[in-house]
C-alpha cells in the first residue's frame, strides 16, 4: 500500500496542512527524527476533528487515536516546509480511518494510516458519529484506489 500512496500527488488528498520544519526535528544522523512523523500526521488530522465551525468534535466528546502504521519513504531533512495531506478511507458508526501523507519539495517522505474513534469525554466509551460529523468525513472520502 505504501507504494501506490507513494506515487500519489499531495493534489489527491482533500485536506492538506503546512509546516516548518524546526531546527529541533532533526537527530544527530542529521535527518528528521522518526518520532516527528506522527506529530505531522497529528497536525494534519487536528484541523479536521477539532473544527469549531463544524461542531467538531461534537460536544461532550473527543477524537482518541486507536491506531496509526508510518511507512519512511525518504529520508527528510532541516530545513524547509512540509505540507501533509489528509483524506478518510473508511467512516464506520463511531470510527474514521485515515490516509495521510507527508510531502517535501513536492515528494511524498512518510505515509500513514490511522484510525480514530468518536468517545465520549465522560463515559471514556465510543459514541455512534452524529450526521454532522458523517457528512463532514464523507466530503473528505479518498477516491477509490488512492
Given amino acids: 500500500m505504501a507504494n501506490s500512496i507513494a506515487a500519489l500527488s499531495l493534489e489527491a488528498f482533500p485536506a492538506k496542512t503546512a509546516q516548518t520544519l524546526r531546527y529541533a526535528d532533526h537527530d544527530q544522523a542529521g535527518h528528521v527524527n522518526n518520532a516527528i512523523y506522527a506529530t ?7 484541523p479536521v476533528l477539532y473544527d469549531p465551525a463544524r461542531n467538531m468534535p461534537p460536544e461532550g ?7 496509526i502504521t508510518i511507512d519512511f519513504l ?3 531533512t ?3 516546509e512540509v505540507v501533509t495531506g489528509s483524506g478518510v478511507t473508511r467512516i464506520g458508526t ?13 515528494v511524498c517522505c512518510s505515509t500513514s494510516e490511522s484510525t480514530v474513534v468518536l468517545t465520549n469525554s465522560t463515559t ?3 459514541q455512534p458519529l452524529p450526521d454532522h460529523a458523517r457528512a463532514m468525513f ?3 472520502l479518498l477516491e477509490a484506489g488512492e
Avoid: I, N, T, Y
Avoid at 94 to 105: G, H, I, N, T, Y
Fill in 61 to 67: 466528546c473527543h477524537f482518541s487515536l486507536v491506531r
Fill in 78 to 80: 532541516w530545513p524547509g
Fill in 74 to 76: 525518504k529520508e527528510m
Fill in 94 to 106: 463511531s470510527s474514521v480511518s485515515f490516509r495521510q501523507a507527508v510531502f517535501k519539495d513536492g
Fill in 138 to 140: 464523507e466530503e473528505l
Fill in 124 to 126: 471514556r466509551k465510543s
Fill in 40 to 46: 505531522m500526521f497529528e497536525a494534519g488530522r487536528v
